[in-house]
């Protein structure tokens, strides 16, 4: 899957999980600062990546990414 697609997925599973508005979340926002995400929302975020991607993400390492880019960059290594 190319990193715009994945980009894509990942801006509308954001925007659901924290009722945003997909056009308005850029790459280097920051899910708690930026974005304001609790932690209950961060772990429901890392839940719909895995399911929508269908791919496992280790807990700890995937709750350290804190930008947009890092969940599509994550994201777009587990999937090649």
Same mark, same amino acid.
């Given at each position: *899957?190319?990193?715009?697609?994945?980009? %894509?997925?990942?801006? &509308?599973? #954001?925007?659901? +999980?924290? =009722?945003?508005?997909? /056009? &308005?979340? %850029? =790459?280097?926002?920051?899910? +708690?600062?930026?974005? @304001?995400? /609790?932690?209950?929302? %961060? +772990? $429901?975020?890392?839940?719909?990546?895995?399911?929508?991607?269908? +791919? $496992? *993400? /280790?807990?700890?390492?995937?709750?350290? #990414?804190? &930008?947009?880019? @890092?969940?599509?960059?994550? #994201? %777009?290594?587990?999937?090649?």
């Amino acid at each position: *899957m190319e990193k715009k697609a994945v980009e %894509s997925k990942v801006k &509308t599973i #954001i925007a659901r +999980i924290l =009722n945003l508005n997909s /056009d &308005t979340i %850029s =790459n280097e926002a920051n899910f +708690i600062f930026d974005l @304001g995400a /609790d932690s209950q929302q %961060s +772990i $429901e975020l890392v839940a719909a990546f895995e399911e929508e991607f269908n +791919i $496992e *993400m /280790d807990s700890d390492k995937a709750l350290e #990414i804190q &930008t947009v880019s @890092g969940a599509v960059n994550f #994201i %777009s290594q587990h999937l090649n």
